[in-house]
């Protein structure tokens, strides 16, 4: 019995640190692109941007409230760039 008291405890624990990392990961995606939808510029003018730095654009799609660029950067490595979608600074890359 008092072993089964045991796990109950350590899964409890397992199930508390699972959802505070999945909390501190909603939580720092959000803080990743925190832009109000109305100041958002056009994700074309995002493609314009990045062909004319030397990228071939793939896609962009929006994720975590940033846009996300699949492209190929002007060295010829594939990126997946966030960028914060009011000034289009990256802010992260994701794999």
Known sequence: MHSLKTE????RIMIVAAVSLIAAGVSQAAERCDVPTD???PREALQKKLEAEGWTVKKIKTEDGCYEAYATNAA???METFFNPKTFEAVGNDG
């Open 39 to 41: 100041q958002w510029q």
């Open 76 to 78: 010829g490595e594939k």
């Open 8 to 11: 109950r405890a350590k899964m």
